[in-house]
DNA sequence: TGTAATCTCTATTAAATCGATAGGGTTAAT
DNA sequence: ATTAACCCTATCGATTTAATAGAGATTACA
């Protein structure tokens, strides 16, 4: 199940791109618009600038925007940062490996095999759309 | 990231599967080779019973076996049955559909569409393996 | 210069979920 | 009758998630 915090962050970075212009977009706009606690729409925010997607400006008329061009920002990053690994199990983790202690030999696991085939297919996906995808209207 | 009853429930269907006789296996055996907790591993077993995958003989020298053909058990079922809708969000999903409340259109939602095509990918997996794929050597 | 608006940061909490365990009950082979 | 196996319900501890609280720092602007 994808997160709320995942979904609230993607349909915020949506929200700022769709505005086209590179002025600073507010939290509280976001968060009334898209219907999100605007309390935990700071801390996604607060997030997704310190990953470096997005800026920030303090103060009266400050607010949140784009770094990047959105057809230059990759949802396998974005995804990789407020969801975590793509993968569904550590085992065929591409970013955060780790081997199953319950698992003696990877070559020969059912779970392995089939988790590669779909972390691969995911990755297609993420690996093909952009933000730019995203804010078509 | 995918339940430890998912994972532990793929890894004993495999190992019935692998075994090729139609003899009962039991819990007992699954869980000591496949290092899986036996109390957890037998309600994984039951629900699978109840779900029509596997039969069982109770009693001495009982034991679960499997209804149909290996080739016969798709993915897209077990998946479901064992870590619920394939889908990432209840707005995108075949079976379990929900609308998101706090989403006026669906239409123009960057979540929405996102998740649909990931959705479509992992179902393209899910749709073309079955048990027997999973249990080959 | 002061005030209001806005982002920044840390801490906390309530609820839900997950993984595992406990402890019998029921059934069938021998 | 005994034993070995599945059947069923309940519970528990740990973790994660979603949300909230509240104070701090910064900036625009009158």
Do not use: W
């Amino acid at each position: 199940m994808l997160s709320k915090k995942t979904k609230y962050g993607l349909k915020a970075l949506t929200y700022i791109a769709r505005k086209g212009d590179n002025e600073p977009v507010q939290i509280g706009e976001i968060a009334k618009n898209e219907h999100i606690p605007q309390k935990f729409l700071e801390s996604i925010l607060l997030t997704l600038r310190k990953s470096g997607f997005l800026g920030s400006r303090k103060g009266k008329h400050g607010g949140y925007y784009l770094i990047k061009k959105p057809e230059d920002i990759l949802m396998t990053d974005v995804m990789r940062i407020l969801e975590g690994p793509i993968a569904l199990v550590p085992c065929v983790s591409l970013n955060f490996y780790e081997p199953c202690n319950d698992c003696p030999d990877e070559a020969t696991c059912s779970v392995n095999r089939l988790m590669i085939q779909v972390r691969d297919s995911t990755l297609n996906v993420f690996r093909n759309t952009t933000l730019a995808d995203l804010s078509v209207k």
